[in-house]
């Protein structure tokens, strides 16, 4: 069992930067996938950002070279760096952690409650 909470999120201004965390309990992170996803208002969830266990990146269209995703296995914290955010990056986003699947395709077999992310223009 693995158990996911979100922090980091809140209000910022068109431009301005934020770090989500995603801190896990359990003594396998390491051995996990990891991702971030998002769900707007009315719409649908949508992939954000995914690093495998061994660190390697993955990264939508709509973020790529705007966001950074990256892992601690020490602290058993996944990190999403957002720069340059846009009022279309409004959501919540979920962290989820996987043991097989990784990327935009992953199940996510563990989910975290969500952090609400708003973007003010």
């Known amino acids: 069992q693995v158990q996911l909470v979100e922090s980091g999120g809140g209000l910022v201004q068109a431009g301005g930067s934020l770090r989500l965390s995603c801190a896990a309990s359990?003594?396998?992170?390491?051995?996990?996938?990891m991702a971030w996803f998002r769900q707007g208002s009315e719409k649908e969830r949508e992939f954000v950002a995914a690093?495998?266990?061994?660190?390697?990146?993955y990264y939508a269209d709509s973020v790529k070279g705007r966001s950074t995703i990256s892992r601690d296995n020490a602290k058993n914290t996944v990190y999403l760096q957002m720069n340059s955010l846009k009022p279309e990056d409004t959501a919540v986003y979920r962290c989820?952690?996987?043991?097989?699947?990784?990327?935009?395709?992953?199940?996510?077999?563990?989910w975290g409650q969500g952090t609400q992310v708003t973007v003010s223009s």
């Open positions: 989820a952690a996987d043991p097989t699947s990784v990327g935009s395709g992953m199940r996510g077999r563990y």
């Open positions: 359990g003594r396998t992170f390491s051995s996990y996938h």
């Open positions: 690093i495998s266990w061994s660190g390697s990146t």
